[in-house]
């Protein structure tokens, strides 16, 4: 290979390029972003008289009378989209209102993995939730939306913890081939409580610990997805619930 | 080259724009260089899902800087953009230190660019050629691989790169240079 092969081979990298998919729910999420925070047009007002004056002078008005009773109507009715958006399913009209809100959560917190993480479980519980709810014969395209999000949403956890272990092992391999400067001390897998007496009299005995009691987070996701494919739906909220109390736990 | 002129007048118009807080204008920034900034975390990150959460801080912190009317240290509309992107990448690095002990950027170990999803892992393996050159990408120094994604992939300028890096335009060239010799040594191992 000579400079201009490698710089041709080079060019051919630019066919990567993110999901459309994404492209154009970002695009949604930052024009909310760029027009939810414009600013009214301005009317300076420098005291509370001049602002009264105003008011009187606009209310006076016939057009501006209906304009504010439009505002009013239009602004409860924007409240009250939100708040039934919250519950709205895949297929609905706010269903997109709910899916910017939640990105908008998740962006909130890109810098941290492990919240991110708490997060995307909360949201695949919430999938989980919608899918109890629907009915799956009536609406199959709805159910199968749903389903096709709750799997999506966990396999990005599953993706990002293994990502995680895998940099820990790389870690800790680097840590264990460094020369030790100091003797260890080697200690048992115990208990600690072998100590003491119990009513009877009897000496408590030490047991080992066994390592098969633990599971880590993505064993736990995993028998999550598996409960939702059986659709026992609320032992799959509490295999992600569980999952992400252990994350929190391992902090 | 006519198609390359084109865009740079587009982007000079753009960025006129973003100075007066034009919202359409962010938009079509956005729609314009949106793969780029995402190919070019792509290449730090080495993952999918978290070049994606980037690019949309970065579009999300350049609107901040646009609203703030904070432009004037950006002369054109990529450097406010890579600039950005660099910065993301460096502060995403710093707030998950504690986290991930192996930095993916680091010059000590080069990074693995295997990616799990469809893609850029399926793109190149249509291609061996191109898979020889990504492998060899991923061992390269950092220095020099975003060097040469920004120059020979995202098109950018040695008079660009020198803003975006800070570096004078002479430096940059030796370090295309560099970067591609060392490319072209670790592709033909």
């Known amino acids: 290979m000579n400079d201009h092969f490698v710089s041709q081979q080079l060019k051919k990298l630019r066919q990567i390029t993110p999901n459309a998919d994404w492209v154009s729910q970002q695009r949604q999420v930052i024009m909310a972003q760029v027009y939810h925070g414009q600013q009214p047009a301005s009317l300076a007002f420098s005291r509370w008289s001049d602002f009264w004056l105003s008011l009187k002078y606009a209310f006076s008005q016939p057009g501006v009378v209906v304009s504010a009773i439009l505002a009013t109507v239009l602004l409860g009715g924007g409240t009250t989209s939100y708040l039934v958006g919250r519950q709205a399913k895949p297929g609905d009209s706010l269903y997109i209102a709910k899916q910017l809100s939640e990105r908008a959560q998740l962006l909130a917190v890109s810098f941290d993995r492990a919240e991110q993480n708490k997060l995307k479980l909360a949201l695949a519980s919430q999938r989980v939730s919608e899918m109890a709810a629907v009915d799956q014969q009536a609406d199959q395209q709805q159910a199968a939306a749903i389903s096709r999000e709750f799997k999506q949403t966990v396999s990005d956890v599953k993706d990002r913890l293994a990502q995680a272990e895998t940099k820990a092992a790389a870690a800790a391999l680097v840590k264990a081939s460094q020369p030790k400067t100091v003797a260890s001390n080697k200690t048992e897998d115990t208990f600690s409580a072998a100590t003491g007496k119990d009513k009877t009299g009897r000496l408590e005995v030490s047991q080992p610990v066994t390592a098969t009691a633990t599971k880590t987070p993505s064993q736990i996701i995993e028998e999550a997805e598996q409960l939702f494919d059986k659709q026992e739906y609320s032992a799959a909220i509490d295999k992600l619930e569980a999952a992400s109390q252990l994350m929190d736990s391992a902090k | ?189």
Not at chain 2, 13 to 41: G, N, S, V
Not at chain 2, 70 to 81: H, W
Not at chain 2, 86 to 98: A, L, P
Not at chain 2, 160 to 178: F, M, Y
């Open chain 2, 1 to 189: 080259m006519t198609k390359s002129l084109v865009k740079q007048s587009s982007d000079r118009l753009l960025f006129l724009r973003l100075k007066i807080k034009d919202q359409a204008a962010f938009i079509q920034a956005y729609e314009a260089h949106q793969a780029d900034i995402y190919r070019f975390i792509y290449f730090k990150v080495n993952s999918e899902a978290e070049a994606q959460d980037l690019t949309s801080t970065v579009f999300l912190k350049v609107w901040s800087v646009v609203q703030a009317g904070k432009l004037k240290g950006y002369n054109t509309l990529k450097s406010l953009l890579y600039t950005v992107a660099r910065n993301t990448v460096i502060d995403f690095y710093r707030d998950n230190g504690k986290l991930n002990k192996v930095s993916l950027d680091n010059q000590d170990e080069p990074i693995d660019i295997v990616d799990d999803k469809p893609g850029a892992h399926e793109l190149v393996q249509q291609d061996s050629d191109l898979q020889i050159i990504y492998r060899a990408l991923g061992e390269l120094k950092p220095e020099y691989r975003e060097v040469i994604i920004m120059h020979f992939v995202n098109e950018l300028s040695v008079a660009e790169i020198a803003q975006v890096t800070g570096k004078k335009p002479g430096n940059v060239r030796v370090i295309i240079h560099r970067g591609l010799e060392a490319l072209r040594k670790l592709a033909n191992e």
